[in-house]
């Protein structure tokens, strides 16, 4: 196994933390930018593509497993190029066009949900679900719970917006501090090198500054905090089609408005299944009281909407994902892959 990425995000984090043997693949993007960034990028993908071709030549991988993004683009070319089978996850619902480009050059795809089939060449779709790491799925209620420090019985309260944080979201906490904490105890994960931004409860009586707990980011634990929530509010990243429906979570669910529109397709997806409610992020901090305080005070809504959630759970697609992948490698014609 070896992974190849152009960036040094929370992925290859994870991927370095782990000991996977990881290679850097110098990338570029094109779209968005000025022509001297895009000619910039195209100098930075034709290195990646020369990198990644002398990869290929040594190594003739089995198969290559891409979730898209404009750094994965030189690879897939190299890979095209040397007969190298491909297999494209997109986890979203609806595909970037970095995605679609692999799509172009793929044997099959898998999918987390039957709409996104819709973008996919006939015959080599599969929805196999969303991929959870052991370490999320692992948790249950009480212990997640006491891990925490978060009384059994009390109503509890997650705000995250991904692992580097969301900037809007914690000011809608802060700026709604109290209130919400004298609904429920809040776990409000800042983002990565952003707890500076939590709220500021040092006023606030002592048993409402007991009910904030704020963290930059949980890591490992982050399953506990998905186990241990009534409710949840975040971003609409594609992780939210599994761990919400995973853990049987109603959400409030705030797309990113600064990119395309794949977070408002997934938080469309669920608030049309019953599982969760969307607010737009200019109106968040003016409407984060009142929609909390409607579902914590309506038991059998939110009941309904966890029930909702959870029926949109797809358990074991990491399994159904390596199957594939095993079945094209196995697959593959005496020209295309290798040793592996």
């Known amino acids: 196994m070896l992974w190849l990425s152009d960036l040094d995000g929370p992925a290859s984090l994870i991927v370095k933390r782990e000991g996977i043997p990881w290679m850097r693949v110098r990338s570029g993007k094109l779209h968005g930018v000025g022509r001297r960034r895009q000619f910039e990028a195209a ?28 750094s994965a683009v030189p690879v897939l070319l190299s890979a095209w190029l040397w007969g190298v ?46 991929p959870l790491r052991e370490e999320l799925s692992r948790w249950r209620r009480e212990e997640a719970r006491e891990a925490l420090g978060l009384p059994q019985e009390a109503k509890v309260l997650l705000v995250f917006g ?5 900037r809007s979201l914690n000011r809608a906490v802060a700026t709604n501090i109290r209130p919400l904490l004298e609904m429920a105890h809040v776990v409000h994960l800042c983002g990565g090198g952003r707890l500076d931004e939590a709220a ?30 009534d409710l949840v509010v975040a971003r609409s990243g594609a992780s939210t089609l599994g761990e919400l429906p995973h853990f049987g979570l109603p959400a409030i669910l705030v797309p990113y ?15 049309e299944r019953g599982a969760a409610l969307v607010v737009e992020d200019e109106h968040l901090a003016e409407q984060l009281v009142p ?28 399994l159904r994902l390596a199957r594939l992948l095993q079945e094209v490698a196995l697959n593959a014609s005496p020209q295309e892959g290798g040793e592996g």
């Open 85 to 130: 089978p491909i297999v494209v996850y997109f986890p979203d619902i609806e595909p970037a066009a970095s995605v679609k480009f692999a799509l172009r050059l793929a044997k099959r795809a898998a999918v987390t949900v039957e709409d996104a089939l819709a973008y996919v060449p006939a015959g080599k779709g599969e929805v196999i679900g969303y």
């Open 291 to 318: 929609l909390v305080a409607s579902l914590f005070d309506d038991e059998a809504r939110l009941r309904a909407m966890a029930a909702a959630s959870r029926s949109l759970a797809r358990e074991g697609a990491a």
């Open 43 to 70: 100098v930075e993908i034709a290195r990646g593509f020369l990198k990644s071709l002398g990869m290929m030549a040594r190594r003739r991988p089995d198969a290559l497993l891409t979730t898209g993004g404009y």
């Open 162 to 166: 991904g692992s580097q944080g969301a």
């Open 257 to 271: 408005p600064y990119a395309w529109r794949y977070q408002s397709v997934n938080a469309r997806w669920l608030a």
């Open 200 to 229: 500021q409860v040092e006023e606030l009586p002592a048993e409402l500054q007991a009910r904030y707990h704020p963290y930059d980011y949980l890591h490992e634990r982050m399953g506990a905090a998905l186990a241990a929530a």
